[in-house]
């Protein structure tokens, strides 16, 4: 689960770290208010409007403006609220569709007393999964496209390890000010900054922060003036505070719903909708269908217990993607009786109607035969299949 930027602040600012003051606003006249307030508190005309979207590079699209007078803050607000915001990291890239910008946050400038005098660093924090423990990631090329610098400027790009028994070590905060060539007050600001920020990601059950920029102002105070927070919806039952912060309006509509009726699913960019039950099982069976000359067009885990009614909610927010030519259904009877999960697809099937794409159904384990028997008895247009390449060859067939 994704944060807003502001949202991000204030879960690190309640671990102690500092950030980029600043208030959010959904009008043009909240944003003049909040310029008033910020400009008055921090007696600088320089003010910063960023718009909040889940997404990346902002600054790139427009999405990010300096103002220094009410009369420009209200212009600036003006054109970023209601947008369609393009950024390298929204949908289709700088040739997509965007993302409607529906909140600013106008923030403090923290390039003070001089911007020259300030330092940008980059600084995240996630899981290693091949090494399987945490890694702080850190370069003294903030405020840059992190992906280039590691494939351009390798060297410019350090990792910390962090032994998942014995935590975040002093040592380890040392050695990063070292590496960022600290010293000082802002050495010992940058040591702290990252134990807050470790002990943000930890406390959250988070899977990743990223600072970018993390700054060392001219006074050598260490700020986030930018974050990017990715929450790990597994540990969500533990925060229902954090849960509370999801925003549906910067999520896809049908995974929204999906998860209404507790369906796990992903959209995908293939032609192929796959229902299945089980996260392997689901993942070999989009291997298979790409393999076999198809593209997956969603990863979609209908649990244990694919019921009718589950089964019913499945087929509608597959049919809902009009790239789908073809849905494979493959479930193993375990838990489930395969006998059950037929006539949960015989009656959906009939409940939806006017179904136009070919449908696959491979069951095995409990039942199985019964199953298979059901389906070939129904006299709908549904193919069944006993071996998950026969069910392959069988989408591969219905779409060429």
Same mark, same amino acid.
Request: aromatic fraction near 6%; glycine fraction near 10%.
């Given at each position: 689960m994704?944060?807003?930027?502001?949202?991000g602040?204030?879960?690190?600012? =309640?671990?102690?770290?500092?950030?980029q003051?600043?208030?959010?606003?959904?009008?043009?006249?909240?944003?003049?208010?909040?310029?008033?307030n910020?400009?008055?508190?921090?007696?600088?005309k320089?003010?910063?409007?960023?718009?909040?979207?889940h997404?990346?590079?902002?600054?790139? !699209? !427009?999405?990010?403006k300096?103002?220094?007078?009410?009369?420009?803050a209200?212009? $600036?607000?003006?054109q970023i609220?209601?947008?369609?915001?393009?950024t390298?990291?929204?949908?289709?890239?700088?040739?997509?569709?965007?993302?409607l910008?529906r909140?600013?946050?106008?923030?403090?400038?923290?390039?003070?007393?001089?911007?020259?005098?300030?330092?940008?660093?980059?600084?995240?924090v996630?899981?290693?999964?091949?090494?399987?423990?945490?890694?702080?990631?850190? =370069?003294? /090329?903030?405020?840059?496209?992190?992906?280039?610098?590691? /494939?351009?400027?390798?060297?410019?790009?350090? $990792?910390?390890?962090i032994?998942p028994?014995?935590?975040?070590?002093?040592?380890?905060?040392?050695?990063?000010?070292?590496?960022?060539?600290?010293s000082?007050?802002?050495?010992?600001a940058? /040591?702290?900054?990252?134990?807050?920020?470790?002990?943000?990601?930890?406390?959250?059950?988070?899977?990743?922060?990223?600072?970018? &920029?993390?700054?060392?102002?001219?006074?050598?105070?260490?700020v986030?003036?930018?974050?990017?927070?990715?929450?790990?919806?597994?540990?969500l039952?533990?925060?229902?505070?954090?849960?509370?912060?999801?925003?549906?309006?910067? /999520?896809?509509?049908?995974?929204?719903?999906?998860?209404?009726f507790?369906l796990n699913?992903?959209?995908?960019?293939?032609?192929?909708?796959?229902?299945v039950?089980g996260?392997?099982?689901?993942?070999?069976?989009m291997?298979?269908i790409?393999?076999?000359?198809?593209? &997956?067009?969603?990863?979609?885990?209908?649990?244990g217990?694919?019921?009718?009614?589950r089964?019913?909610?499945?087929?509608?927010?597959?049919?809902?993607? &009009?790239?789908?030519?073809?849905?494979l259904?493959?479930?193993?009877?375990?838990?489930?009786?395969?006998?059950?999960v037929?006539?949960?697809?015989i009656d959906?099937?009939?409940n939806?109607?006017?179904?136009?794409?070919?449908?696959?159904?491979r069951?095995?384990g409990?039942n199985a035969?019964?199953?298979?028997?059901?389906?070939?008895?129904s006299?709908?247009?549904v193919?069944?299949a006993?071996?998950?390449?026969?069910?392959?060859?069988?989408v591969?067939?219905?779409?060429?």
């Amino acid at each position: 689960m994704n944060l807003h930027e502001y949202q991000g602040k204030e879960l690190l600012k =309640s671990y102690g770290v500092a950030i980029q003051e600043g208030i959010v606003a959904t009008t043009i006249e909240d944003a003049v208010a909040a310029y008033d307030n910020i400009s008055a508190r921090t007696n600088n005309k320089f003010v910063v409007i960023k718009a909040q979207i889940h997404a990346g590079g902002r600054g790139k !699209g !427009g999405g990010v403006k300096v103002v220094k007078s009410v009369d420009e803050a209200k212009e $600036k607000a003006g054109q970023i609220l209601g947008m369609m915001l393009k950024t390298p990291q929204t949908p289709g890239g700088m040739d997509g569709e965007g993302k409607l910008v529906r909140k600013v946050l106008v923030a403090e400038d923290s390039y003070v007393p001089s911007f020259d005098a300030c330092k940008e660093f980059y600084v995240s924090v996630l899981m290693d999964r091949e090494k399987k423990c945490n890694v702080i990631i850190y =370069s003294t /090329e903030g405020g840059m496209d992190i992906e280039k610098v590691a /494939e351009e400027t390798p060297e410019l790009v350090h $990792k910390e390890w962090i032994d998942p028994e014995l935590g975040l070590q002093g040592f380890q905060t040392r050695k990063i000010a070292f590496n960022l060539g600290l010293s000082g007050k802002a050495f010992k600001a940058m /040591e702290l900054f990252i134990r807050q920020l470790y002990k943000a990601f930890l406390g959250s059950d988070a899977a990743l922060f990223e600072i970018n &920029p993390c700054l060392v102002t001219g006074d050598e105070r260490v700020v986030a003036v930018d974050c990017k927070v990715t929450l790990d919806e597994n540990g969500l039952y533990r925060h229902p505070d954090l849960e509370a912060l999801r925003d549906t309006d910067e /999520e896809d509509a049908t995974e929204v719903e999906a998860r209404n009726f507790d369906l796990n699913y992903v959209k995908l960019d293939g032609n192929v909708g796959c229902m299945v039950n089980g996260a392997g099982l689901a993942m070999a069976t989009m291997d298979i269908i790409k393999l076999s000359g198809g593209e &997956p067009a969603n990863f979609l885990d209908v649990g244990g217990t694919a019921n009718a009614e589950r089964v019913e909610n499945a087929f509608r927010i597959i049919l809902k993607d &009009p790239n789908v030519k073809a849905i494979l259904i493959n479930i193993f009877g375990g838990i489930v009786r395969c006998d059950r999960v037929a006539q949960g697809v015989i009656d959906a099937y009939k409940n939806i109607g006017n179904i136009n794409v070919p449908i696959i159904v491979r069951l095995q384990g409990t039942n199985a035969d019964i199953a298979k028997k059901m389906i070939d008895d129904s006299g709908l247009k549904v193919l069944s299949a006993i071996e998950l390449q026969e069910a392959a060859d069988r989408v591969k067939a219905v779409l060429s």
